[in-house]
């Protein structure tokens, strides 16, 4: 069975202070890893994806990197407006109708204060 | 780009109400929708996906007949919550994802806020 877990459920830093969100992954056939970001009653807002093993992708403050076992999204220097709730996410090949549909972890809450 | 609009964004409505959730995709074409529900502080629960021209798909434990799927058209799916109960209250999210782009990312609506007095 396809299992995505996040850690650490929740994550709390000063403004400045950078740090790493882990996800790993125990997928058959991983044909992407996709990074979101989700602020409060809102949809998931597309970061990252990253298809192989030692790819790495940056936008702004954050990058994130994938290895066979597990991705991280390291965030540098947050600002307070960093804060929400990362979601990673994988799509597997499982052929037929999966339509490539995702699974996601449980997300990390990160608090950034000022 | 790749913007998904979905209406309305809460709905609160009386026991036994259907109601209509819209996902539009407002400037891409999209062969394939999905539908998630997401309680609080929870993550994201796959329902079905939803095929331009075809049945959808539903996940294990997913009551076809509970929540209907419509996808008439590449940019329109809608999902119904026929005779709604308190215990459907919760927070469905819908995605699209690109025409012939299988490894494209999902772009998500905003979600809609479903409240069953």
Redesign the interface.
């Known amino acids: 069975e396809d299992q995505v877990t996040q850690s650490p459920e929740a994550l709390r830093l000063q403004e400045g202070e950078s740090s790493s969100l882990n996800c790993s992954y125990t997928v058959s056939g991983l044909?992407?890893l996709?990074w979101?970001r989700q602020d409060p009653?809102?949809?998931?807002?597309?970061l990252f994806?990253l298809?192989s093993a030692g790819e790495e992708k940056e936008k702004e403050r954050l990058k994130a990197t994938l290895t066979k076992k597990e991705s991280f999204l390291h965030i540098t220097a947050p600002k307070p407006e960093d804060s929400a709730t990362y979601?990673c996410a994988v799509r597997v090949d499982a052929g037929g109708?999966s339509?490539?549909?995702?699974?996601?972890?449980?997300?990390t809450i990160l608090t950034v204060h000022p | 780009g790749?913007v998904?609009s979905?209406h309305p964004s809460r709905v609160i409505c009386k026991s036994g109400t259907s109601v209509k959730i819209e996902c539009r995709s407002l400037d891409f074409q999209a062969t394939?929708m999905?539908w998630y529900r997401q309680f609080p502080k929870?993550?994201?629960m796959?329902m079905a996906?939803s095929?331009e021209g075809s049945k959808a798909?539903y996940e294990q434990g997913v009551e076809k007949d509970k929540f209907l799927i419509n996808h008439a058209s590449l940019t329109l799916s809608t999902l119904t919550v026929t005779s709604a109960h308190p215990e459907d209250s919760s927070?469905y999210?819908c995605?699209a994802?690109e025409l012939d782009s299988?490894?494209?990312?999902?772009?998500?609506?905003?979600?809609t806020?479903l409240s069953i007095l």
């Open positions: 044909r992407g996709f979101y009653g809102k949809g998931p807002e597309f994806t298809y979601l109708t339509y490539g549909k995702l699974t996601f972890g449980q997300g | 790749a998904v979905q394939t999905f929870q993550s994201l796959l996906t095929n798909t927070f999210i995605s994802r299988s490894n494209q990312p999902q772009h998500f609506g905003d979600g806020r």
